[in-house]
């Protein structure tokens, strides 16, 4: 099964998006980088809750059809039912979707946004202004992470039309227009406090990043 990160965007999308985030880095001293993964965290604890609570009432079933009471065999099938389950789970991750808190997805994007801000070095810039847009599409999620230098003059709000943008685009089956106008949008906001200067070189690449979990 193809993962859905390399579904997300075609080859003519993902040309698009680089070529604006090139675009927009011509106005700015800024970086912007686009990372997208299918997930933020492995959730495997949600796999085991969904094999548990579905295998149980399974064996249930089960030993009532059988119309049998000897525990040893309800063991077995319970156990049987909760490997298979998992195992379907794990190679199918949408599944564990509704055995995951709304908590616990806001807390691992969060979390995993902020660590590939520091993994990729967005924070390391000579001006510090790097901006991260982490897309996270088991979670349904987006978050930007803009450096100290972007964030004394540009308020945390502002940020959140970036998001809307992309949100509305995903749901309009439009993601690729989406995330190419984000970048713009992106592009407009950095230009007009951090404008492009004599000597500005190109300090990140502007390849989109794209992953499984986001743990690296």
């Not at 933020?40 to 064996?59: E, F, R, T």
């Not at 009471?69 to 789970?89: K, P, Q, S, T």
């Not at 004394?152 to 749901?171: F, L, N, P, R, T």
């Amino acid at each position: 099964m193809k993962d859905p990160v390399n579904r997300f965007l075609t080859e003519k999308e993902l040309r698009l998006v680089e070529e604006r985030i090139r675009e927009a880095e011509k106005t700015t001293s800024g970086e912007i980088v686009v990372k997208i993964v299918s997930s933020s965290d492995s959730y495997a604890a949600a796999g085991l809750l969904g094999s548990s609570m579905i295998a149980l009432p399974g064996a249930i079933l089960i030993m009532i059809a059988f119309q049998s009471r000897d525990m040893w065999m309800f063991l077995g099938i319970f156990a049987a039912l909760f490997i298979v389950l998992n195992e379907l789970f794990t190679r199918v991750p949408v599944l564990k979707r509704p055995f995951v808190s709304a908590s616990d997805k806001q807390q691992e994007v969060e979390e995993a946004a902020l660590g590939a801000f520091f993994r990729r070095g967005i924070n390391d810039t000579i001006d510090h202004t790097g901006i991260l847009l982490y897309i996270s599409l088991f979670e349904h999620k987006v978050r930007v992470v803009a450096d100290k230098g972007i964030s004394e003059k540009v308020d945390q709000e502002v940020w959140q039309e970036i998001v809307d943008i992309i949100i509305s685009g995903i749901h309009e089956k439009r993601q690729g227009t989406a995330v190419a106008a984000a970048v713009d949008r992106c592009g407009q906001i950095l230009a007009r406090h951090f404008p492009v200067k004599p000597g500005d070189r190109n300090e990140l690449a502007d390849s989109i990043i794209m992953g499984k979990v986001s743990r690296s």
